[in-house]
């Protein structure tokens, strides 16, 4: 995420003569080298877990949908990131938004495979499903222009029982799930068509999703409907700004809002 600040912008990428062979090497050596980086520091996971034939299956989510989530958010920042690294190898904008996509996904398909051949896991199609989903919404923002009004937003808290866990105990940092939630966010102020028509609003609106705990309890849903910050909306000019703007938007910060949790309604900073 934090690589949109560093890398080169849609015109800059448009200003190439053409595609730039030995940067396109160079982001398939740094794919390999992330994989194999990953494979070490997992290698638990690879070598040493009993091996079984393959499976797939569309396993069920113990945690009403947050893992699912965030795979989603995983890949929603990995095709942003390699996008803007297909720009920087000169790819045409639209397709550099495409290969960024595909390259998230490929991100995460190594992983599942692992699954697919360990000992009491499988290739999660729902969790690629999820990939796929996230992976390809910054791709139609930049074959579709107006569909950037539509954002993919997070925030965490650490939850109470991540913070109340025993010793190598559940929930780890990556699974806190009841502190993890999600919006899809509505942003008129990323709206790119003509300036006349713009509404450079520094705010929008956002429906969230979390849970409240699932390991000391069942998880239950939980819903948000809630005022959202548009910080590229806010009447700040400077291409500085731009690119914190950027980074920020990507990120829910709580604003009030409503929560819908087993039929009750509450009103909160969510």
């Keep these: ?7 080169p912008s849609p015109t800059s990428a448009q200003q190439c003569d053409g595609v730039r062979g030995g940067r396109v090497w160079a982001l398939a050596g740094a794919y390999v080298a992330t994989q194999a980086a990953v494979f070490a520091v997992r290698a638990d996971d690879w070598w040493f877990t009993p091996t079984m034939s393959f499976r797939a299956s569309w396993d069920q989510s113990a ?3 947050q893992d699912g989530l965030l795979h989603m958010a995983i ?7 390699t996008a803007f690294a297909w720009d920087w190898a ?3 904008y639209t ?4 290969l960024g996509a595909a ?5 995460n398909i190594p992983k599942e495979i692992g699954d697919g051949v360990h000992e009491g896991k499988s290739f999660s199609l729902r969790d690629m499903l999820w990939t796929v989903a996230g992976a390809t919404l910054p791709a139609i923002h930049r074959s579709v222009p107006a569909s950037k009004n539509v954002v993919f937003k997070f925030w965490y808290w650490p939850s109470n029982e991540f913070q109340n866990r025993l010793p190598g105990e559940l929930p780890q940092l990556e699974n806190d799930y009841a502190g993890q939630r999600y919006y899809l966010a509505y942003a008129p102020g990323r709206y790119t068509g003509p300036p006349e028509q713009r509404w450079r609003s520094p705010m929008g609106i956002a429906v969230g999703h979390s ?3 699932w390991i000391v309890e069942p998880p239950m849903h939980e819903w948000y409907l ?3 910050a548009q910080f590229r909306g806010f009447p700040v000019r400077g291409k500085t700004w731009q690119k914190i703007a950027t980074v920020l938007d990507q990120i829910h910060f709580p604003l009030p809002g409503l929560r819908l949790r087993g039929g009750n309604v509450s009103f909160g900073f969510f």
């Design 90 to 92: 000169c790819v045409p």
């Design 103 to 107: 390259t998230a996904v490929a991100i």
């Design 1 to 7: 995420m934090l690589l949109s600040t560093a890398t």
């Design 95 to 98: 397709t550099a938004g495409w």
């Design 226 to 228: 809630t005022l959202d």
């Design 211 to 213: 849970i409240q705990s």
């Design 75 to 81: 890949a929603y920042q990995a095709s942003q990131i």
């Design 63 to 65: 945690n009403k949908e």
